[in-house]
């Protein structure tokens, strides 16, 4: 019997499963992909049962289940903090120890209960120890210093290892509450977006204005001279407050923060707006910029101070910071790191994996096996029941068997925009031609379309493309050291020149772009379709959109397929080897 | 029976052990300041656990202090 | 009981359309519910073994997730933008929609309980509404969305009791299932109610137990430098470590 171990991550943003028989990751998903609640953050009791029936096991198979965090430790934390912070904290402690002393801190009992596994066979892994192990041992590197960046975990909020072969060893951590990510959460809710879903807009509104705030943010985040930060605490409430992040004293800083909803009209990308309209909106860009430029300067520092205490060439990166394809980008072209590999789901969901791996390397001390290039590893369909389900639904589809990335391909040429769900699902928050929605790239106007008909996002957040390997280069500069991030679309570089004209819907008004580069061994399919397309157009990149609604959790059935293709205004819907029209 | 879902008993006597690592946890680390504190809150969180499991009365109980 | 309902639904009509803040809140709350509804549809279109059953599943789905949409557009016209936004975004406040331990409502009832359930909903959420309605309430421009979304409803209660007949001629005991749905929905209720004072009486408990106990702690708590902190491994069997919550 091999040694099966499921890795959890829940309890506060992605819920997660993953499944590893001997080491190999057989399943993973997030939980939102079956309840389709964005962010589901409960106990991943459908994913893991999934996880089980997909391989035909059942829980009494399991040798370990590990959970990605310590949770005494983060108890600890919250409330010495309440504490420290007493008597600001008079709101906030009644929650967690609502939350906390009724149930969070009874965990053990909650996952042997939900996963019907016996005390003896669970484990838990440090929030932060399982963001460097999905990184490290998921990664092709036998040395490598490893870097979690993130909101907070137990108490560490950045922290710093030595990987070795089988064995992660900490150097150093930096704590609660001076934290990165909970810096950008807080600007995020300033720019009058929602925590946890904002940020990727902070990114894309940077884009338009001027890092001209330099001196507020050296204020608000100190780079120190000991290759660490700190945090103006008086600036920010996330330590006391129960909901907000920004204290009175960070408008009194920055400004009024934006409502939530209104135009976003820059200079950039004005369309008629009045010029006391531009001007407040130019400072909300110029806002978003200085803190991705103070956030980029942070990682910069973090990362040369990485190379020099460990002084491997090899980094490994993970946390919900390492989200932010922009630093990203700018780590591996300005840092000294020779690679860097970063966990495709870098977030919280991706803690599963990483709990996962820790218990069979580190725990039981197994050798490692080769690194994670695919991240189809979640929910698939069989034909034969997507049929079905077609039939049933009365819908028009016709079965182009094997042909479909090249059908998918052909529509694409046409100007179609196609919902486009093919294999297993993707591991991790970025579609990667799993479940996605694709579209000609060439033309600004594309762009317009997908979001007016689909995804109804704002119209400052660009669209990524997806390219042939083969051709990457091409089109985008792609430092070398960001050979495999690209892979997973974790880093935004600049667009080449010349190509910016024939990229017009994918390139960001800074003329960078968040790329995601195809080959054939890992992703055959797409990679079909991407050079079918580039035989028609002479252009083999595609525009590559996450396929869910606004609001929604990435497709994962075909049902949620259906349900979204006949809510939205896309062209035409490819399941596996189905070509769905619209219905009359 | 060791080998699958625990009992309501042995959930019971696992709340035990999470206290009693709470408490060592803290010692560990050098916050034996928090050591009264808690064990106040582990009290507490007796009564809440309680107050949970018959949470469909709980307003009448209330009533009653 | 029907009188008893409908004078609960005309008292609770006046409160909850007159009361300034109330209007919103109430459509919010249906927002939700609609999208909750939308989500068990589809998610018994993927788990029925009735195949003709697919397709209503399917396209009551679809009338659930435009409801969602016409009454988040009325938070809006109300003028909260925020918490439409919120309701609309925020996938933590539909937590208690559907699912349960894990489950959809299709798994847990089964088919023709779930039918008798969604028949129970849909024939209340008609009544309510006709009550506005009679009342002439709130305004003629979400009236009119009503009245919209009333035809849908119609045909979702139409269909479902269809089946709920079809199945009580098959000898199940549909009546008492019925029974038993509605007298649920007052139970969770009442457990929702129960639930809700329960968190703000211990709110004051735990609320008192700050000022009281926390307090004088304040002297020793600190809260932590930034800049980093060096780490040391910690010693002792790996399993045992990997054992232990804290």
Redesign the interface.
């Known amino acids: 019997m091999p040694t099966y171990i499921l890795g959890i991550s829940a309890l506060y943003h992605d819920s997660a499963a993953v499944l590893l028989c001997d080491g190999v990751i057989v399943a993973g998903v997030q939980e939102e992909r079956f309840s389709r609640l964005k962010h589901d953050a409960t106990l991943p009791v459908r994913s893991a049962k999934w996880c089980m029936d997909r391989v035909g096991i059942t829980a009494a198979d399991l040798s370990w289940v590990v959970f990605y965090e310590k949770p005494l430790r983060k108890f600890e934390r919250i409330l010495s903090t309440s504490v420290a912070t007493f008597p600001r904290s008079w709101a906030a402690f009644p929650r967690h120890m609502r939350a906390w002393l009724g149930d969070k801190l009874w965990l053990r009992g909650n996952l042997c209960q939900a996963f019907g596994v016996p005390a003896s066979k669970v484990l838990f892994c440090e929030h932060h120890l399982s963001h460097a192990a999905s990184a490290f041992f998921a990664s092709p590197h036998e040395n490598a210093a490893i870097l979690c960046v993130d909101g907070v975990g137990e108490w560490a909020t950045t922290s710093l290892w030595r990987g070795r072969g089988t064995q992660i060893e900490p150097v150093s951590e930096v704590r609660f509450p001076h934290s990165i990510g909970l810096f950008y959460s807080a600007i995020t809710a300033h720019l009058g977006f929602s925590v946890n879903e904002g940020e990727f807009k902070v990114m894309g509104m940077a884009a338009y204005g001027q890092p001209r705030f330099e001196a507020e943010m050296n204020k608000l985040l100190r780079l120190e001279s000991g290759g660490g930060f700190s945090l103006d605490m008086d600036y920010f409430s996330w330590h006391w407050h129960p909901t907000q992040a920004a204290s009175p004293k960070l408008s009194e800083l920055l400004g009024a923060g934006r409502f939530p909803g209104t135009a976003f009209t820059p200079r950039l990308a004005a369309e008629g707006a009045s010029e006391s309209e531009i001007e407040v909106s130019q400072r909300f860009a110029d806002l978003a910029a200085s803190a991705q430029a103070q956030t980029e300067a942070a990682m910069l520092h973090l990362v040369r101070h990485a190379h020099t205490t460990v002084g491997t060439d090899a980094l490994c990166y993970a946390g919900g910071v390492a989200l932010n394809s922009v630093a990203n980008n700018r780590i591996a072209a300005e840092g000294p790191f020779d690679h860097v590999w970063i966990q495709p789901a870098a977030g919280d969901a991706g803690g599963a994996l990483g709990a996962a791996l820790w218990a069979w390397h580190a725990v039981l001390g197994n050798p490692r096996g080769p690194a994670m290039t695919r991240t189809d590893i979640g929910r698939e369909t069989p034909n034969a029941t997507t049929r079905e389900i077609l039939d049933d639904l009365g819908a028009r589809y016709a079965d182009v068997g094997e042909e479909a990335p090249e059908r998918a391909a052909d529509d694409l040429a046409a100007g179609r925009v196609i919902g486009w769900m093919n294999g297993r699902c993707e591991w991790g928050p970025r579609a990667l031609g799993y479940r996605s929605i694709l579209a000609d790239p060439r033309k600004p106007e594309t762009r317009d379309a997908v979001n007016v008909r689909v995804k109804y996002r704002e119209p400052f957040r660009p669209f990524a493309p997806s390219v042939v390997a083969e051709s990457a280069a091409t089109y985008f500069d792609i430092p070398a050291a960001a050979a495999a991030p690209s892979r997973f679309m974790l880093t935004a570089g600049g667009v080449k020149d010349g190509a910016r004209e024939s990229l017009g819907a994918v390139t960001h008004v800074d003329g960078t772009a968040r790329v995601q580069v195809v080959d054939a061994a890992s992703s055959p399919a797409y990679h079909r379709l991407i050079s079918r397309f580039g035989e028609h157009t002479g252009v083999p990149v595609v525009l590559n959109t996450s396929f869910n609604l606004k609001g929604e959790p990435v497709v994962s059935s075909p049902v949620d397929a259906m349900a979204s293709f006949v809510r939205s205004g896309l062209d035409l819907l490819y399941i596996d080897n189905f070509r769905v029209e619209r219905p009359k | 029976m ?5 009992s309501k008993m ?2 019971m006597l ?2 035990f ?2 206290a009693g ?2 408490l ?3 010692g560990r ?1 050098g ?1 034996w ?2 050591v009264p ?2 064990v ?3 009290i ?2 007796v009564g ?2 309680f ?2 499991s018959i ?5 009448f109980i ?1 009533m009653v202090f | 009981m029907g009188w008893l309902r409908r004078c609960y639904l005309t008292v609770a009509s006046e409160f909850s359309w007159r009361v300034p803040g109330r209007p919103q809140r109430l459509l919010g709350a249906f927002a939700l519910a609609e999208r909750g509804s939308m989500l068990d549809m589809f998610a018994a279109v993927e788990a029925t073994k009735r195949r003709d059953m697919r397709k209503k599943y399917f396209h009551h789905g679809l009338d659930e997730g435009r409801h969602a949409l016409i009454f988040a557009e009325r938070v809006r016209a109300f003028g909260l933008l925020g918490r439409a936004e919120a309701a609309m975004e925020d996938s933590g406040q539909l937590l208690e929609a559907g699912i349960v331990g894990g489950q959809t409502l299709f798994e847990r009832l089964g088919e023709p309980e779930f039918m008798a359930f969604v028949y129970v909903a849909e024939a209340d959420a008609v009544e309510q509404f006709n009550v506005y309605l009679d009342r002439g309430l709130p305004d003629d421009a979400t009236q009119a969305q009503l009245r919209a979304i009333l035809k849908d409803e119609v045909f979702h209660v139409t269909y479902s009791r269809t089946e709920v007949d079809k199945y009580r001629k098959d000898g199940l005991p549909m009546d008492a299932t019925m029974r038993k749905i509605r007298l649920r929905r007052v139970w969770e209720r009442w457990l929702r109610f129960s639930r809700d004072f329960g968190s703000f009486t211990s709110g004051i408990w735990l609320s008192l137990l700050y000022f009281l106990v926390l307090g004088p702690f304040r002297l020793f708590g600190r809260l932590e430098a930034g800049g980093w902190h060096p780490v040391e491994g910690r010693a002792g069997d790996a399993l045992a470590l990997a054992r232990s919550e804290g």
């Open positions: 060791s080998e699958s879902q625990p042995e959930t696992m709340r052990g999470t690592a709470l060592a946890m803290l680390g916050r300041w928090m504190l808690v106040v809150l582990l507490v969180a809440l656990l107050l949970q949470h469909y009365v709980a307003p209330y």
